[in-house]
């Protein structure tokens, strides 16, 4: 499986402001790569350097081989990018952005074009300004899946969908990554990447703080849900690995970093007339990564 | 791979997004001819000619080309299609400003020098072809010159090189103050102030040269009764006389100023140089596409995704805006009216204070806080526009 995207040492300054720092990732064809990070952690300048938007202050990037400051950009004829912010040109009807996609991407594809369109049933004669969100965001994936792409570039493609479009969206780029399709997607919807994707990166200040595969990065913590007769034991909310517990009536979570066997073995020893082990959801895991990188205070964080 | 030089989809997508406003071009520019030929053309056939006065007896195309084109001061042909081109330059960018399109258009596989030149050629063959008719009825009329026409013969006024010289020198203006609006509008960003800019560097020179000239002449009573002490006063020619270099330069850039420009055809006299308009206007009309080209290339999706060529240009832009005009009325207007007021009340004797420029001060001061007042009112103004509209989005 070769290497789509490859970035080295990657950074972005802006004055005195490091918006993105030493970025090291490579991203396998065909798969799913998640961005995730705080509102400002880089997300979004890390993508639009990897369009050749933004001229990289350091390391370097390339994107199918190319590297992304090509002045012709002629790798961007394999590369759809969807966005959440205002993408089309304000004059156009829907049938105008078709016509320009046509003219503009070699590759594009008016049979595929066609059906996305009726599949997302998109009125051709309305002037793109008068779309809802939820059709804007439809009308880009036509656009970007149109030009038959081998790379996905999703910026927040799915903020602020309806629960209906937002699983159109998702399902749709499961298919296209299964054709072959490499993804690169940053979103705030955990709940929606911790189902598709492959591998995910977490932003933090510019920088991955943790790059891991989806199952790997469940493992990173651990939650055990437990009932005792008498209420949680003092030795298990000080034990080595436990992160904290969460208490809901007699249920306790108790959300555990490391050793997560051995906190289970001591909740066994304290005779429990409920355990289960179960994973953390991606919100907990990236919540969990920013307390640990001083990101908000505590309390806030762990409500 | 290369790309190509004029990618179809950047044509289709420009002539889409900007059709409207060559529309636009075409109307500033022959809106009056046509009514007023149109007019003309129905008081001559309605035998109603003694209405026109003497001198415009003859058929509508003679008529035209006489008063429209050649002679515009009436009809102001010369102004409205500089303000067109003006509006032209600003608005091929300011499209791409409003929202995202910038990053649309950039995530394609276009160069960012292909936008800059698909941009530059349409506005240059915008100019070209609305130009164009003009050119060719004064041609027509003076290959009819002589001939006898509804019982009038078109008179020989107008000769084939005038036809060259009307349309290169129009053309030549409007490229210029185009290409200066298209330069403007990359590095500064914003649709007002880039032809604010365009504006102001077009009229800057006359402005200059003519505040150089009347603040050194010695007829200046300010000078003379207040600031001669420190400052001998000088004649027109003693100022030019200083250096070879400064009176020529005065020359072509008077010359090469609208307004003179514009005065000098409304009398029907056109002197040798206004044969170099175009020469000049193209030579430099090119090299303001070169600088879009390094300024747009230089240029990045910055932060927040807004395109910043030049960081605080548009505040200061507006500040250098509003500070030049105040600096130059006021030193024009109130230091002479201001000091004939004062003589007048103090019964003509020189008065000694320094109340002209208390004034001149006080003026500059409160024009630029007008500006600032302005200016923030009319920002505080624009984002609650946007932000009712993004809340009116979020609900949809």
Redesign the interface.
């Known amino acids: 499986m070769s290497e789509i995207v490859v970035t080295e040492g990657l950074g972005k300054q802006y004055g005195r402001v490091r918006a993105v720092q030493d970025v090291t990732l490579t991203v396998s064809e065909g798969s799913i790569f998640g961005i995730v990070g705080t509102n400002g952690a880089g997300k979004s300048t890390f993508l639009s350097m990897l369009l050749g938007l933004t001229r990289p202050s350091e390391g370097r990037a390339r994107v199918l081989g190319s590297d992304v400051m090509d002045r012709f950009g002629t790798y961007r004829e394999r590369v759809g990018f969807v966005t959440d912010q205002d993408y089309f040109f304000r004059q156009f009807s829907v049938r105008d952005m078709i016509a320009w996609g046509r003219r503009t991407w070699p590759r594009w594809d008016d049979v595929r074009c066609r059906q996305l369109l009726a599949s997302f049933e998109l009125p051709a004669n309305r002037p793109v300004r008068s779309l809802s969100k939820g059709m804007r965001v439809q009308l880009a994936f036509v656009s970007a899946l149109s030009l038959r792409p081998e790379v996905l570039i999703l910026d927040e493609a799915t903020s602020g969908l309806d629960a209906v479009v937002k699983r159109q969206i998702l399902q749709l780029i499961v298919q296209e990554a299964a054709s072959g399709v490499t993804v690169v997607m940053a979103t705030h919807d955990l709940a929606g990447l911790e189902r598709i994707a492959d591998r995910v990166a977490f932003f933090h200040e510019g920088r991955v703080v943790l790059q891991t595969s989806t199952e790997e990065a469940k493992r990173e913590m651990r939650r055990i849900q437990v009932v005792f007769p008498g209420g949680l034991p003092d030795a298990l909310r000080t034990a080595p690995g436990v992160l904290r517990v969460e208490e809901s009536g007699s249920v306790y979570n108790v959300i555990v970093e490391t050793e997560a066997d051995k906190v289970a073995e001591l909740c066994r020893q304290h005779g429990p007339v409920y355990m289960e082990e179960l994973e953390v959801d991606f919100e907990e895991l990236f919540v969990h990564i920013m307390h640990k990188e001083g990101y908000a205070r505590e309390e806030f964080l762990l409500a | ?3 190509s030089f004029l ?4 044509v ?2 420009e002539w ?2 900007q059709r409207w406003m060559i529309v636009l071009f075409l109307i500033a520019t022959w809106l009056l001819p046509v009514f007023g030929s149109i007019a003309q053309e129905f008081v001559v056939l309605t035998g109603h000619v003694s209405y026109l006065g003497p001198g415009l007896s003859e058929g509508s195309l003679v008529w035209f080309s006489q008063t429209v084109l050649v002679n515009p001061s009436g009809y102001g042909i010369g102004l409205a299609p500089w303000g067109a081109a003006l509006l032209l330059g600003a608005a091929l960018w300011s ?1 791409e400003r ?4 910038l ?2 258009v ?6 960012k ?1 292909a936008l800059v030149r698909v941009k530059w050629l349409l506005g240059t063959a915008t100019i070209f072809a609305v130009n164009l008719p003009g050119a060719l009825l004064l041609w027509l009329e003076a290959r009819g010159a002589g001939l006898d026409v509804n019982g009038m013969t078109v008179s020989a006024d107008v000769w084939l090189g005038l036809a060259a010289r009307w349309y290169s020198t129009q053309v030549g203006m409007e490229w210029l103050i185009f290409s200066l609006a298209f330069v403007a509008a990359i590095g500064v960003g914003r649709y007002v102030m880039s032809i604010l800019w365009a504006a102001l560097v077009l009229f800057m020179p006359l402005g200059l040269t003519a505040a150089v000239t009347y603040l050194m002449q010695e007829s200046a009573p300010w000078i003379t009764h207040y600031m001669g002490k420190g400052m001998a006063g000088y004649a027109t020619p003693d100022i030019q006389a200083l250096s070879p270099v400064y009176g020529t330069l005065q020359n072509w850039v008077m010359t090469l100023n609208p307004e003179s420009y514009y005065g000098t055809f409304s009398y029907f006299y056109m002197p040798q140089m206004l044969d170099f308009v175009l020469p000049v206007g193209g030579v430099l009309s090119i090299l303001l596409y070169v600088a879009s080209l390094v300024l747009f290339e230089h240029c ?4 927040f ?1 807004r395109v910043f060529c030049l960081r605080g240009f548009a505040m200061s832009s507006l500040m250098i805006v509003g500070v030049v005009p105040a600096w130059m009325l006021g030193i024009l207007q109130m230091s002479s009216d201001v000091t004939a007021h004062l003589q007048s009340m103090f019964d003509h004797q020189p008065w000694h204070g320094p109340a002209p420029m208390l004034v001149f001060t006080l003026y500059f001061a409160g024009t630029v806080a007008v500006e600032v007042l302005l200016w923030t009112a009319l920002r505080r103004f624009l984002r609650s526009r946007q932000a009712r509209r993004e809340h009116v ?2 609900v ?1």
């Open positions: 791979m290369k790309s990618p179809r989809g950047l289709y997508k889409h997004q499209a409003r929202g995202n399109n990053e649309t950039l995530a394609s596989p276009v160069s020098a990045e999706m910055e932060r995704r989005m979020a949809a």
